[in-house]
């Protein structure tokens, strides 16, 4: 079974300047979240989807990032203009859907390690 | 809001011998699952092992097993016969039930580092 895949691996953008990240989440995967993880610290969600629909972004700096899964398949996550804080590692993570309070392992991508100069 | 504590920013543990990783959370709820991922430089997040909080049992995978206190709101791993490949980031997490699919609450993680 294919993993979470995720693309660029790194990006090096200067401030102001726009970058998106793209991440295909394991086939069947109704729910995709993306999460921030700043050096040192651990990862923080940024938004949460099921299907195409958002169901928390309330972490989500919505004056420059924005996030979509139209097809309720892959995702991408832009960020413009990018400020210097926003050096991090941007994980897409996805998980199976069910009616229950049962647990849904979260299958995390790679990352991409975005640097802003 | 759920809160994860992680208090051992760096530890290190001979080949073959036994750490434990510490981590303390605070929730009000009852219900919730606890967890422990590993991060190695590749950066892939890497599920060790969980417990559920309804479970007085505590969790084990092999040579990990945690100490789940749950008056205390401790969830301890304890790694035996170390090995090199076992060097690498460890997150604690929180997660609330919740239709399955709710978010990771992670600590700030614990650097381990196994020398032979």
């Known amino acids: 079974e294919a993993g979470v895949a995720q693309s660029p691996r790194y990006k090096i953008i200067e401030k102001r300047q726009s970058v998106a990240f793209w991440c295909n989440p394991i086939?069947?995967?109704?729910?995709l979240y993306w999460y921030q993880q700043i050096l040192g610290q651990g990862p923080k969600l940024l938004i949460q989807?099921?299907?195409?629909?958002?169901?928390?972004d309330s972490q989500l700096p919505k004056d420059r990032f924005s996030a979509e899964r139209l097809k309720g398949v892959d995702s991408t996550l832009k960020i413009q203009p990018a400020k210097l804080e926003d050096s991090a590692v941007y994980l897409c993570?996805?998980?199976?859907?069910?009616?229950?309070?049962?647990?849904?392992?979260?299958?995390f991508g790679p990352g991409t390690r975005l640097t802003v100069l | 809001a759920q809160t994860v504590t992680q208090s051992q920013p760096e530890m290190s543990v001979q080949e073959a011998e036994t750490v434990t990783l510490s981590c303390t959370y605070d929730?009000?709820?009852?219900?919730?699952?606890l967890f422990w991922y590993k991060q190695p430089p590749s950066r892939q997040m890497i599920l060790v092992i969980r417990?559920?909080?309804?479970?007085?049992q505590n969790a084990t995978e092999n040579r990990f097993s945690v100490n789940f206190q749950k008056a205390a709101k401790s969830f301890s791993l304890k790694i035996s016969d170390s090995q090199l490949g076992d060097t690498a980031m460890y997150f604690c997490?929180?997660?609330?039930?919740?239709?399955?699919?709710?978010?990771?609450?992670f600590g700030k993680g614990t650097r381990l580092s196994v020398i032979a």
């Open positions: 086939s069947g995967h109704a729910t």
């Open positions: 417990q559920e909080a309804y479970k007085q």
């Open positions: 993570a996805s998980s199976l859907t069910s009616g229950g309070t049962n647990h849904n392992e979260q299958f």
């Open positions: 929730t009000s709820e009852n219900n919730y699952y």
């Open positions: 997490a929180f997660r609330m039930p919740g239709g399955g699919n709710t978010p990771l609450v």
């Open positions: 989807f099921q299907n195409n629909g958002v169901v928390d």
